[in-house]
């Protein structure tokens, strides 16, 4: 089991980086919480914003955290540091999803900024694209064939982003993982920019003595994943 933390600037924004991976996540038995950084004071439907996040968090069994920061001033300064460090020890997380790096919002940027130093002591930080992220080069995928459906529905809880964002719509979600799928050699995918990402693999040593085609029988089932998701990560 892991502690996983997606953090996100504004409503919505892990739903459409890796919603699908925490729902992969949540159903291997993980322990998943959202952070999400401000409100999106300074995006359409800010009404119902907070009351949508925590429908769209519940959605993908995650508890959630506001940053209480402002939408469109982000800064990847100490104080932001800080508080992602502080969700970090709270939540014992061995595992952080963050924006791209490259990314034309700078809400985004600062975010993917502040997190790399905060979780500058993990092994394990991974970068999802966005609709408004640049460059992108993922080298780590995660199978999310059985998972598409259920982001879709998170972020349909998203209710006034659906309707008043073109960067929310569904049929273009689900395309871009067919995309990343085609590109995984699998059906859907979500793709991640690491700053580190390690494997857990068990030593070999610890493995009781065997028949070389038993070995590998048996290693094959320990290979195959205990959800859908390709990557365990």
């Known amino acids: 089991m892991r502690n996983v933390l997606a953090i996100g600037a504004h409503p919505d924004d892990v739903e459409l980086g890796c919603g699908a991976t925490l729902l992969a996540h949540a159903a ?22 907070f009351d949508e996040q925590r429908a769209a968090a519940h959605s993908l069994g995650a508890s959630l955290r506001w940053g209480g920061l402002t939408d469109c001033t982000l800064t990847p300064d100490a104080a ?22 490259d990314d034309s919002h700078q809400d985004h940027r600062a975010a993917a900024a502040a997190a790399r130093s905060a979780g500058r002591r993990l092994s394990r930080v991974l ?3 966005s609709p408004s992220t640049l460059t992108f080069h993922p080298t780590v995928f995660v199978d999310v064939t059985a998972f598409i459906t259920g ?33 995984a050699r699998i059906g859907y995918a979500e793709p991640f920019e690491p700053t580190r990402m390690v494997f857990d693999l068990a030593p070999i040593s610890s493995m009781p003595t065997r028949t070389r085609t038993t070995a590998a029988v048996d290693g094959e089932r320990r290979a195959r994943p205990r959800t859908p998701a390709t990557v365990r990560v």
């Open 151 to 183: 982001k879709l529905a998170a972020l349909k809880e998203h209710a006034s982003q659906v309707e008043l964002s073109a960067m929310v719509e569904p049929d273009a979600v689900e395309a871009t993982a067919r995309y990343w799928g085609s590109q």
């Open 80 to 101: 932001t540091v800080r508080l992602i460090e502080g969700v970090i020890e709270e939540t014992q997380a061995d595992l952080v999803y963050v924006h791209a790096a």
């Open 127 to 129: 970068h999802y694209q």
């Open 28 to 49: 291997a038995g993980d322990t998943v919480t959202v952070l999400v950084l401000t409100g999106g004071e300074a995006g359409p439907g800010t009404a119902n914003r």
